[in-house]
């Protein structure tokens, strides 16, 4: 049995328990989201008791470590959905995808675009969410309207992406950036908070793309600015960052999940 989800996790390992049945359980919130007290009361009893957990970083696992005291945590990273540039003219523009929730801080990368003072530039938001209107409203307020442009939900926003020089993942938490990784296939110059805590497991500080604290308007302006004005630097971050492609390539992550769950296969 492999189960996803933390909100299943807990009632599946309970319902399987003594039934001898190999369970391998993964997680994929970001490790410190809060649950439901029967939720992590469970964890805490059956997690250690399954055949493996498998986390989606190194960061989740130290973190299921100290809530459950398993020791049977593996790290698998996601595979990367490869997003194949479009032949298409660049703009000056910085591009970031997302639902238009709290926990994805499109706020604070919209109040750190009205920072730039860069009247050249324009910000791309692909997603949709319940605070659409209220982030609308924001770009009016400070004044950036006409340089923000909202494109709601996109199954394929692969254009909107090969448009941009600058991919942004604002977000206060993740499980694993999946929309991160697809920017740094195409590839593109990316800044990210950094959501694991300093773990740097996918971005490396300057390396292939730029990390911030989450949620600190300061450091999110200056790394825009900073790749607005320095394209050697958004082009060395280009050049590593397409890297992500053969490092969580697909068939290498389901090989994987394969000698976890089938070691002898």
Request: proline residues 5%.
């Amino acid at each position: 049995i492999l189960s996803f989800s933390e909100w299943t996790n807990p009632f599946v390992a309970f319902s399987l328990f003594g039934l001898k049945l190999p369970l391998f359980l993964s997680d994929r919130m970001s490790p410190l989201a809060k649950l439901p007290f029967i939720s992590e009361f469970l964890r805490g009893i059956y997690y250690k008791k399954a055949t493996g957990i498998i986390a989606q970083s190194n960061f989740a696992k130290e973190v299921l470590k100290k809530k459950t005291n398993a020791t049977n945590i593996s790290v698998i990273y996601n595979p990367v959905n490869v997003i194949p540039r479009i032949d298409c003219t660049p703009k000056k523009r910085i591009v970031s995808v997302g639902r238009l929730e709290e926990v994805k801080g499109h706020k604070f990368l919209i109040q750190a675009f009205a920072k730039v003072n860069n009247l050249d530039w324009e910000l791309s938001i692909v997603g949709d969410g319940s605070l659409k209107a209220e982030l609308e409203n924001l770009t009016k307020e400070l004044g950036v309207s006409d340089r923000v442009i909202f494109h709601g939900h996109l199954s394929d926003f692969g254009l909107q992406l090969s448009e941009a020089e600058i991919f942004v993942l604002p977000s206060l938490s993740e499980g694993f950036p999946n929309a991160l990784i697809e920017a740094m296939s195409l590839p593109m110059a990316c800044i990210a908070s950094d959501t694991f805590n300093g773990f740097n497991e996918i971005v490396e500080n300057g390396i292939n793309g730029v990390l911030v604290k989450p949620g600190n308007i300061s450091e999110l302006t200056s790394a825009i600015k900073m790749l607005i004005d320095d394209k050697t630097m958004r082009v060395l971050l280009k050049e590593n960052a397409i890297k992500v492609r053969e490092n969580l390539n697909f068939e290498k992550i389901a090989q994987s999940y394969l000698d976890i769950i089938m070691p002898n296969k």
